[in-house]
């Protein structure tokens, strides 16, 4: 007796209909997935913003990572003046879970750090690294937010520029403002603004070519300026890695902390409180230590990077907005090559493995293990490595630029895939 097996037979036309169908439901999840960070009221990329501001004037060097103005107080044509503004994120709303569940004040020192040297890094991108004058911005819902808060944010801008003068670095505070706006802000905001006037001379303006390869410094560990772990979070993506770790606890008893026009399963949608404890090879954290690490600050070391290999310095990128793509508003015309990435810190890993994301989309928004880069030569890559070192930063050379036949392209290279921007 013969068995006889049954295949039907699909004509063509069949065949690719439902690969037609199958592949809409895949990109249909993809895009999903993909929208998750812009449901929370969000973006990376920030395109509306670079669309809102597209008239206004990009100042001398419209390439430059931060505007740079005609010398507008002293009327030298030898100098210039570059100025810049930035806020802590939604880390404030971190911080202020952390404070509501342990009292602790310190938090708000850190948070202030963070403020600061989102501000400072990106001056230091164009060679902005001295007599630096700083005012804070604080908005808060005075119902909320005591005074004690507010002082322990300036106590911290403070301490944290005594820290840099120990370093040698000179940052002036120019005090600031602090507003009662509880109508508007839900907890506080923290915001600082950076003014330096410098000799053109001394700009670094970007101008990567094929050639330069690039050195990543790390944002995670414990470098000489810092007292304990870091996982290298920096103020970027904090809304996701927020809502993505931590749990429906936060939403149900600190609605606060988030906007009620978000959707409600994508607010708070992970397994974490603050206070649980999380082990890896660097030791055992609490969570909430890991999301409200300070923003590490490279200030110092590109202080000194700049003072003895300036000649060598094709652009510092400072991986914030953007991530890892963020060198694409500097570059133009070339293929960007990371291929020998660190390792991913374990926070990148956590939220990775908790967010419906895209390993691809990760890069956009993290930083995802060095939040900044310095595109050089591969003589003076060596010299680089170790004056991070000195700082107890780790440093490599992460990638390399190769020519280009069209637009800009950022090859990013890891063992999970390859990715194209």
Partial sequence: MHSISYYPVLSTELLNSLLAAALEIIWSIFAIMSKRYDSLGVSASKNEVHQAIRSLDKGLYPGAFCKILPDICGNDDEFCNVMHADTAGTKTALAYLRWKENADLGVWHRLAQDALVMNLDDLACVGATQNIIVSSTIGRNKHIIPAEVIEAVIEGNKTFLDTLKSAGIRVHYGGGETADVGDIVRTIDVGITAFCRMKREDLILPNITPGNVIVGFSSSGQSAMENEYNS??????????????????????????????????????????????????????????????????????????????????????????????????????????????????????????????????????????????????????????????????????????????????????????????
């Avoid at 429906?248 to 994508?266: C, L, M, R, V």
């Fill in 232 to 421: 290298g979070i920096g103020s970027n993506g904090l809304t996701a890695a927020r809502h993505d770790l931590l749990s429906k606890y936060y939403a149900e008893n600190f609605p606060e902390t988030y906007s009620p026009q978000s959707p409600y399963d994508a607010i708070y949608s992970g397994d974490f409180k603050l206070s649980d404890k999380i082990k890896s090879a660097f030791g055992q954290f609490e969570v909430g230590d890991l999301l409200t690490s300070p923003t590490r600050c490279y200030l110092p070391m590109i202080s000194k990077i700049i003072e003895t290999r300036k000649k060598d310095i094709a652009a510092f990128i400072h991986c914030t907005g953007g991530g890892q793509t963020k060198v694409k508003k500097f570059a133009r015309n070339v293929k960007i090559i990371k291929d020998q990435l660190f390792d991913l810190p374990p926070l990148f890993a956590w939220i990775q493995q908790k967010a419906n994301y895209d390993l691809s989309e990760m890069y956009e928004i993290y930083n995802m293990g060095h939040r900044m880069e310095v595109y050089t030569s591969s003589q003076a890559a060596p010299d680089m490595i170790e004056i991070a070192k000195s700082f107890e930063i780790e440093a490599k050379i992460i990638g390399r630029v190769e020519e280009s036949h069209g637009n800009t392209q950022i090859l990013i290279q890891t063992n999970q895939g390859n990715f194209d921007f």
